[in-house]
């Protein structure tokens, strides 16, 4: 009895920190994409930064974001789906235990087995779940990591294309005034 209410408070510690670390707001990404947009500045009809390779950066951003959210979704439900076993293995443990019959009294073979059967796939069942929650946390993480990763690659893109136009533009400028003093002479 003791095995199992320390097993079900370990799992409820850990669901409350799986749901604690999942938890990411929607509204940043979508906040980013559209100041990149808004941003980006423009010279006649060219765009320092090209609309479609941000769209199309934004559409990977979110089918990656979907696909790990599928992946926590499933992973909530198949832990939902143990959470609700429990209460239905503590009943039967409650009967047993009102038919004074305890798991050392049983000389029936089959029933121990049947017993501790039942156990070890509650068990491998407990710990499949934490596995795949653990995984989609990790996977969640690392796709976190490679967006901030190529955001501060493209942060730099736009700071260096800034630049090169700003160069380019002064030296035009200089050979306009070289062109006004030859056309002067």
Partial sequence: M??????????????????AIAQVPDTTLAG???????NSGSYKVYKNIRKTKIEQLWKNVTDSLQKERKIAADSKAQLEKGLAEIPILQAEIKELKAANSPIKKLSNVSNTTLLWGLIVLLAAGIVFVIYRSRSAVQELKEQNERYEELSTEFREYKSKA????RKLARELQ???NLVDELKAR
């Fill in 2 to 19: 003791k095995n199992i209410s320390l097993l079900t408070i370990s799992l409820l510690l850990v669901l409350l920190s799986r749901n």
């Fill in 32 to 38: 980013q994409y559209e100041d990149v947009v808004i």
């Fill in 162 to 165: 800034a630049e090169k136009e």
């Fill in 174 to 176: 200089d050979e306009r």
